[in-house]
């Protein structure tokens, strides 16, 4: 099957870049976390997932229809004009939603200015992803992606405390340059060597296309915040309960497993995504069945390895996070974790025969659900048994939606 090699073809590539970026991460956050202390880093790393969640909202739809549709549409003449009026548009409506909410979190002023100009750049730079990955360019995704978290990382070594400078702006500057730089690179590549498909005799309507969008993509959207509100919600219990030091260390933690896990898995999802879209087009059922329980079972060993992975080197990544603490609280925290995200993962897999099928309120309504229930538990089970509870109550969370899916699907 030539999409089995296709899919092989983009895993490495896609794997490659974000395991680059996950090693980079890795080193980004304790680097980060010392110099700006524990308690500033809990509410640096609250703007950095709130800037995400809303970024989702606003670049969402488009992401996930351009892969979805793009093997349909993209022939449509005049398709690449439009798509990018779209894409300007929905940048700028988010960067104003992204000011009106920083208003009411101001921590740090600057922010109004800030937040908006990064959450504009961060749609435009995902969106163009999203085009890269739906014709089929890896190899573009994957060196846009190194030279993001390269730019990122710079800023965040050359950063010195004491020096007459705002630390914690100068590490926005840089990641906000990370993804205007990383965006730059991309549309010289698609200058260079654009998209080439023969044009069928449809022309490209601004008005069809926002509606077909629309109706699949919105959904998604606020399905996309939703997870990331799975993700982050329980920081903002904790704070409320746990000195910012703590949570501090918590968020370092959560966000390396999080994203440790989701550079390993997360490039099969992307990379069989756009395949799995093209199978069920051409109407081939078994097909996209085959290759769905495929990328499962190897999500299944990698998963499996990388929780005996953390098991054994607990010591040392405790000792890189800088955590002092006795007990294991954290250690069983980062296993929940590190579980969670990884059934995560394979949900993303285990759900796509819905969003093929354009079921985007069904899935809306499940991580409702979902969300419902963690905000909930959270909300009585975080003052009582805190690090070890919130871990508990995203665990359960993902498993909830995994086995809804699972029941769905039969």
């Not at 700006?36 to 739809?61: Q, R």
């Not at 800030?114 to 995704?141: C, E, G, H, L, Y």
């Not at 022309?203 to 959904?219: E, M, N, Q, R, W």
């Amino acid at each position: 099957m030539k999409e089995s090699a296709i899919l092989k073809r983009s895993a490495f590539m896609y794997a490659f870049s974000i395991l680059f970026t996950g090693m980079v991460n890795f080193m980004a956050i304790p680097v980060l976390k010392q110099k700006i202390g524990s308690a500033e880093f809990a509410y640096l790393n609250l703007y950095m997932n709130l800037l995400l969640v809303i970024s989702y909202i606003g670049a969402g739809w488009l992401v996930q229809s351009c892969i979805r549709f793009f093997s349909t549409v993209s022939g449509q003449r005049g398709f690449g004009s439009v798509f990018k009026k779209m894409a300007i548009l929905s940048g700028i409506v988010t960067a104003l939603i992204a000011f009106v909410t920083v208003v009411f979190f101001r921590h740090y002023t600057w922010m109004l200015v800030a937040f908006p100009a990064t959450i504009f750049f961060i749609n435009m730079q995902s969106i163009t992803v999203a085009w890269m990955q739906a014709s089929i360019k890896p190899r573009v995704v994957a060196m846009a992606e190194v030279l993001r978290s390269l730019v990122f990382l710079c800023f965040i070594i050359v950063i010195k405390p004491g020096h007459g400078y705002n630390v914690i702006m100068v590490a926005w500057i840089g990641w906000l340059a990370s993804y205007m730089l990383s965006l730059l690179f991309m549309l010289v590549m698609l200058k260079l060597y654009p998209f080439a498909q023969k044009e069928d005799a449809t022309v490209a309507d601004i008005k069809t296309l926002f509606s077909k969008f629309a109706v699949f993509g919105f959904p998604l959207s606020l399905w996309l915040a939703g997870n990331f509100v799975l993700f982050y919600a329980d920081r903002f219990f904790l704070l409320r309960h746990l000195p910012a030091a703590m949570v501090g260390h918590y968020s370092a933690l959560f966000d390396v497993l999080h994203k440790g896990v989701g550079f390993v898995l997360s490039p099969l999802v992307t990379a069989v995504y756009p395949l799995l879209a093209s199978l069920y087009e051409e109407q081939k059922h078994a097909d996209v069945k085959k290759l769905s329980r495929k990328v499962l079972r190897w999500q299944g060993l990698i998963t499996a390895t990388v929780l005996l992975g953390y098991i054994i080197a607990w010591p040392l990544l405790k000792k890189i996070l800088l955590i002092d603490e006795e007990g294991n609280t954290f250690f069983i925290s980062g296993l929940l974790v590190l579980a969670g995200a990884a059934i995560w993962q394979m949900n993303m897999v285990l759900h796509k025969p819905f969003e093929l099928q354009h079921r985007t309120l069904f899935l809306l309504g499940m991580v409702g659900i979902c969300m419902a229930m963690l905000l909930l538990a959270n909300w009585f089970i975080i003052p009582l048994y805190g690090f070890v509870g919130a871990a508990s109550v995203f665990f359960a969370a993902t498993v909830l939606y995994a086995l809804v899916i699972l029941a769905k699907r039969r």
